[in-house]
T-cell receptor, first 111, second 116 residues
Framework: GQQVMQIPQYQHVQEGEDFTTYCNSSTTLSNIQWYKQRPGGHPVFLIQ?????EVKKQKRLTFQFGEAKKNSSLHITATQTTDVGTYFCAGSNDYGQNFVFGPGTRLSVLP | GAVVSQHPSRVICKSGTSVKIECRSLDFQATTMFWYRQFPKQSLMLMATSNEGSKATYEQGVEKDKFLINHASLTLSTLTVTSAHPEDSSFYIC????????????FGPGTRLLVL
């Protein structure tokens, strides 16, 4: 079955440093979504990428979808303490089935 | 827009009792609702997909007789944990999709269940 992996599992950064999390799927994805879950909270939708090689930006966050539509990345520039949380990628296969969440990357930002 | 609520937010029950969790889409009609389970510091595990007016589709390994799902309307889905046991203690989160063309899921705040 389809598997979605994320690395790293944990990341501790100093405030102001950059952060990147990588998402890899065992199968081609029709799209990739990114969610953020704050400690004690619920996942909140951040963005969806659909096209091969697509890059989208939201302020300090840059999202990229790989050319083969099997991997994606989320890059945060100059992290802030408000960026703390777990970032999940999620996607379904090329047939729009099996929507699967990755295990998440937990980000800690030290002030 | 796209607000999803869950009730209750926390529940403690005795082993052997049943607990019902409600998931409501407040400002939109949800064609599909999803139920997830999340263990501490782990990812979301999809339990079942629920479409209004039809039977829920359960993921492999999820007992449909234990986790009863009813999707009575386009704004309400319920999950009933029957004969709860301590190992059912978890964080249960629902999400809703606005329409079939959009894969974005809007999550409820979750329900923390503790079975004693």
């Amino acid at each position: 079955g389809q598997q979605v992996m994320q690395i790293p599992q944990y990341q501790h950064v100093q405030e102001g440093e950059d952060f990147t999390t990588y998402c890899n799927s065992s199968t081609t994805l029709s799209n990739i979504q990114w969610y953020k879950q704050r400690p004690g909270g619920h996942p909140v939708f951040l963005i969806q990428l659909v096209k091969s090689g697509e890059v989208k930006k939201q302020k300090r966050l840059t999202f990229q979808f790989g050319e083969a539509k099997k991997n994606s990345s989320l890059h945060i520039t100059a992290t802030q303490t408000t960026d703390v949380g777990t970032y999940f990628c999620a996607g379904s296969n090329d047939y729009g089935q099996n929507f699967v969440f990755g295990p998440g990357t937990r980000l800690s930002v030290l002030p | 827009g796209a607000v999803v609520s869950q009730h209750p937010s926390r529940v403690i029950c005795k082993s052997g009792t049943s607990v019902k969790i409600e998931c409501r889409s407040l400002d939109f009609q949800a064609t599909t609702m999803f139920w997830y389970r999340q263990f501490p510091k782990q990812s979301l595990m999809l339990m079942a997909t629920s479409n209004e007016g039809s039977k829920a589709t359960y993921e492999q390994g999820v007992e449909k007789d234990k986790f009863l799902i009813n999707h009575a309307s386009l704004t309400l889905s319920t999950l009933t944990v029957t004969s709860a046991h301590p190992e059912d203690s978890s964080f249960y989160i629902c999400s809703a999709r606005r329409d079939l063309r959009e894969e974005t899921q809007y999550f409820g705040p979750g329900t923390r269940l503790l079975v004693l």
